[in-house]
């Protein structure tokens, strides 16, 4: 993750201003403008970490933010060199402490919190997932079914609790679905039409349902396969009939015709070991994202 990246800086400016962080009118009223403080994160249930790095960046930006804060820039954020993103943290542990101003520390509480706990609450959920395929070929992918700018961060989420980024969003990669073939003019036309425009590099994906539509996006050269919706049954057949075609080529072209394969729609965590044993390389899964709990993170706060 690129911490410094301006797009992070633009989405903590939204949440603070949107919280009305530097108009705090109860600390304001309450706390000492010169107090001192040490604010404590805790995980209260075991958890994957997610978000240390996003700390710095609420505590800046409230200083742009609000008009007193040239006493209050002074800070420190302490973590434990065992304690990073991606770690697997046990209930009861400190995952980092930050020593600043009183105020500015209950101000930011809340926001700060929420997004941790949002992305903890992913890598989770991740790694539960992860654990569930281990020892097979497959990878976990995640999806584009993401909070509106929040997507960075969530994929970002992801990769911590040990699951594989699928496209960031729909210039980077060719995912030819449905909806595309309907209006594209059917199949043969849309992948043709890909296959001849994409820029160097690009492989073309098409998602398929059934076995006939399995073998017309083989015969007209799509590069990776889709199966959506399928049974673990289905999965199975379909990827020991792309490896027929592959083994069918030229041994010269094996490896550079080879065809990744994807299994999505209805996988859950009961389930995706199923597929994953059915030789598919990715299963994508939308829940990572769109379904996860968020992780028990709290902050304790006590005058130094």
């Known amino acids: 993750m690129d911490w410094k990246s301006s797009r992070i800086d633009a989405l903590v400016e939204q949440a603070l201003i949107e919280d009305q962080a530097a108009a705090d009118t109860t600390t304001n009223l309450t706390i000492d403008p010169n107090l001192r403080a040490s604010a404590s994160i805790l995980a209260r ?72 706990q949002h992305l903890s ?16 070929s497959a990878h976990v992918l995640d999806t584009r079914k993401t909070v509106p700018g929040l997507r960075t961060l969530e994929k970002y989420a992801v990769l911590c609790g040990g699951g594989t980024n699928h496209r960031l969003d729909l210039a980077s990669a060719i995912l030819i679905k449905n909806n595309h073939i309907s209006l594209g003019g059917g199949l043969p036309t849309a992948l043709t039409n890909a296959l001849k425009h994409r820029q160097a590099g690009q492989r073309v994906q098409v998602e398929v349902r059934s076995p006939q539509e399995l073998e017309e ?6 590069e990776a396969i889709l199966l959506d919706n399928m049974t673990p049954a289905q999965v199975k057949q379909s990827v020991d009939r792309i490896k027929e075609v592959t083994r069918g080529l030229p041994q010269s072209e094996q490896k550079t015709r080879w065809i990744p394969t994807e299994a999505s729609g209805g996988i859950v965590l009961e389930n995706i070991r199923a597929y994953a044993e059915t030789g598919v390389d990715f299963i994508s899964v939308g829940a990572l994202t769109h379904s996860a709990k968020a992780a028990d993170i709290s902050m304790r706060i006590e005058a130094e």
């Not at 996006?217 to 799509?222: I, R």
Request: net charge positive; aromatic share 6%; proline share 3%.
């Open 45 to 116: 249930q075991d958890l994957v970490v997610c978000g240390l790095g996003i700390i710095p960046h609420f505590l800046a930006i409230y200083a742009r933010l609000d008009p007193r804060a040239s006493s209050q820039t002074r800070y420190e954020v302490i973590s434990n060199p065992e304690i990073f993103d991606g770690i697997k943290a046990r209930e009861g542990q400190v995952l980092a402490v930050i020593r600043h101003n009183a105020r500015v520390l209950l101000s930011c509480e809340r926001v700060i919190l929420n997004l941790m």
């Open 121 to 136: 609450g992913i890598a989770t959920l991740t790694r539960q997932y992860a654990d569930a395929i281990q020892g097979t």
């Open 217 to 222: 996006a083989l015969q007209y050269g799509a």
